[in-house]
C-alpha cells in the first residue's frame, strides 16, 4: 500500500465549498482507503495499491469534476516525497531569516528556475525543485504583485500553494513508513 497525500487546487476558495467529510466520501468511493483530511483547504491523506499516480490523479480529477461540476487540479505526492518537499531547504539561511512566509507550489512537472526570473522581486524570491516551487516573502503577501492566477497564466500550468508550515505538519503526521 501506499500513502498519497492529495494537494487539491480549488477547494474552499472562490465560492467553491465542501465539507471536509463529503470530499472524504468523495475518495473513499474511488476505492481509496484510511481517507483524511487535514484541515480544509484540500488536503487528502489515502492509502492503495494503484501506483501510477498520474493515472490516478486523472481518475481523482474526473470523479470530482463529475460530483462537484467544476475542475479540480489534484497533485498527489507519496508521504515520503512530502517529507522530502518539508525537509528541503530552498534559501539560504539569511533569506529564511528575512521571510514572512514560505509557500510551496504543486505541479504536474517540472519548471525552470529561469522561468521563474519575471517573478523575482525585492519582496519575492523564487526556487523551482522538482515539481514543486518554493515561493519566499519578505512582506504581506498582499503587497507583493504575485499571485498563484499570475503564475499560472505567464508559464500555462496548473498549480496549488500551500504554505511551508502546512507541508511541515503534514510531514510530521504522516511520516512515511520505515523500510
Not at 40 to 47: D, E, L, R
Not at 57 to 84: C, M, N, P, S, W
Not at 102 to 107: E, G, K, N
Request: proline fraction near 3%.
Amino acid at each position: 500500500m501506499t500513502r498519497y497525500i492529495a494537494f487539491l487546487r480549488a477547494i474552499n476558495v472562490g465560492g467553491h465549498n465542501i465539507k471536509m467529510a463529503a470530499l472524504r466520501d468523495h475518495f473513499s468511493a474511488l476505492g481509496l482507503s484510511h481517507v483524511e483530511t487535514f484541515i480544509a483547504s484540500g488536503n487528502v491523506i489515502f492509502t492503495t495499491d494503484l501506483t501510477d499516480g498520474r493515472a490516478l490523479a486523472a481518475k481523482i480529477e474526473a470523479h470530482l469534476q463529475q460530483a462537484l461540476g467544476y475542475e479540480v487540479a489534484t497533485f498527489l505526492r507519496t508521504d515520503a516525497e512530502v517529507a522530502d518537499i518539508a525537509q528541503y531547504t530552498p534559501f539560504s539561511e539569511a533569506m529564511m531569516q528575512e521571510a514572512r512566509a514560505i509557500y510551496v507550489a504543486f505541479l504536474a512537472r517540472p519548471v525552470a528556475q529561469a522561468d521563474l526570473e519575471p517573478f523575482q522581486s525585492d519582496i519575492d524570491s523564487f526556487h523551482a525543485h522538482q515539481n514543486e516551487v518554493y515561493w519566499l516573502c519578505r512582506h504581506r503577501q498582499s503587497d507583493s504583485k504575485f499571485s498563484n492566477a499570475v503564475f499560472e497564466r505567464a508559464l500555462k500550468i496548473q498549480s496549488t500553494f500551500r504554505n511551508i508550515n502546512t507541508v511541515r505538519r503534514l510531514a510530521a503526521k504522516y511520516p512515511p513508513a520505515a523500510s
